[in-house]
């Protein structure tokens, strides 16, 4: 374990009683290997030898010249491998983005200081630093071709997993989302941002979404026959909306498997929704007069999200994962988050919150209202085969656990 005495920890604000004050708090806890700059190019100055390099940056965001997100670009250039502490006057909303843009520019970020500093707040954050791992070489992602995409449908080698979505207010199991996934003989479970794009532009996606509906439905009927009724929700693209025999074709699936349509929902990525919409509006409005769910996917991550809940006749709203996880503690996301739920509510629309990853999201769910929830904190995507053993565990962990009412 290193000592605190030998940590390097540069303070740069434009502030003399600033740096005065924090250097003094530093040193009161140990920190003693501390040099202070009152502007940027002095700070590049310690960053760019190798003998002052610093270990950890306390920075403040607003300087006159050169200002901190400015001095974050050129620790960037200089491919820094130390830690940062934004320290700043600036609203949280402010601070929040500054952390954001930090964390896109892959520089480890312990947090961020409001000022005036509280010693305590500062310490705990201190407390996280570690010396920097070495970074393991990325692996650049796979991009399949067109010709693999296809022979892979063909052969079967497409395998639909599926997600549970659970009732906030009573835990019961509702549904399933299905992830359809690619089991490749050689490079093992392949992902859908490596292949759907793909199949998109080569004219292969309504191939791919009626395998994964087939299977889907299929898998549907197995679960009600066994007693497990879950609504199977199944990803569609728009480019399978652009053709009027696509909802024939769904309508006549549903029908020949004997599944009814209302425990099938049709998930639409509210990102695709543009542009001449006559054809799918019209897909999706027979659909729907045909009792299938249709549910706007990640919505808040597009351009016209309003507009498409009011041309579009949705059953369910799912809350894109940015929003869910950790609106328990960020103000904005926060925001967000309330809103879209609300837009649910008074839509009498059913809210499914997605990304729900720990218990704080849970309980956030719980407050709010939210009616499902989906997320690793219920269940990561499963093998169908596993759907009945996983239900099992957790009706027992919904029992013992999560139905207690909390205290906070």
């Known amino acids: 374990m290193i000592e605190r005495s030998a940590i390097k920890i540069l303070i740069l604000d434009d502030e003399q009683f600033m740096l005065k004050l924090l250097a003094r708090m530093l040193a009161k806890h140990g920190f003693t290997s501390v040099v202070c700059c009152d502007n940027g190019p002095d700070a590049l100055v310690q960053v760019d030898n190798e003998a002052t390099r610093p270990d950890l940056i ?10 901190g997100i400015e001095f974050v670009r050129y620790l960037v250039d200089r491919q820094f491998t130390g830690s940062l502490i934004l320290v700043s006057g ?24 409001q000022k005036p500093v509280q ?41 639909n997993y599926y997600q549970p979505k659970v009732s906030v207010a009573s835990g019961a199991v509702v549904g399933v989302e299905t992830l359809v996934r690619w089991h490749h003989a050689e ?9 759907i794009h793909v199949a998109e532009e080569h004219g292969l996606i309504n ?18 026959q066994a007693g497990f009724e879950l609504r199977v929700s199944v990803n569609v693209s728009m480019d399978n909306l ?3 025999d696509f909802q024939d074709h769904v309508v006549k699936l549903a029908a020949d498997i004997g599944i009814l349509p209302q425990k099938l929902v049709l998930e639409i990525t509210e990102s695709q929704l543009m542009g001449d919409m006559r054809v799918s509006l019209e897909i999706l409005t027979r659909l729907r007069l045909k009792r299938f769910q249709l549910s706007i996917d990640d919505f808040g991550t597009g351009h016209s999200s309003l507009a498409q809940l009011r041309d579009i006749p949705f059953d369910e709203l799912k ?13 904005t996301l926060r925001v967000i988050y309330d809103a879209s739920l609300a837009l649910a509510k008074q839509l ?15 309980e956030l769910l719980r407050r709010t209202g939210c009616d499902l929830a989906q997320g690793n904190f219920v269940s990561k995507p499963l093998l169908a085969e596993e759907i009945p053993e996983w239900i099992k565990v957790w009706l027992n962990r919904v029992q013992t656990e999560l139905l207690v009412v909390s205290t906070n």
Request: charged letters at 30%; glycine letters at 4%; zero cysteines.
């Open 90 to 113: 600036e609203d949280e909303r402010m601070l929040r983005t500054a952390e954001r843009l930090v964390q896109a520019h892959k520089i480890h970020m312990l947090g961020y200081l």
């Open 242 to 244: 652009t053709s009027l």
């Open 119 to 159: 010693p305590e707040a500062m310490l705990a954050l201190l407390t996280q630093w570690a010396p920097p791992v070495p970074a393991k070489p990325s692996k650049v992602k796979k991009i399949y071709s067109a010709e693999e995409i296809k022979t892979a449908i063909k052969e079967g080698a497409l395998i």
């Open 207 to 224: 191939d791919l979404t009626q395998f994964v509906l087939l299977q889907a439905f299929t898998q549907a009927k197995k679960w009600q």
């Open 348 to 362: 009498n629309m059913e809210s499914v919150a997605e990304g729900v990853e720990d218990r704080d999201d849970w």
């Open 187 to 195: 490079d093992g479970l392949v992902f859908p941002d490596q292949f």
């Open 319 to 331: 809350i894109d994962q940015g929003f869910v996880h950790r609106a328990w503690k960020d103000e």
């Open 58 to 67: 306390l920075l403040d965001l607003n300087m006159p010249g050169m200002d």
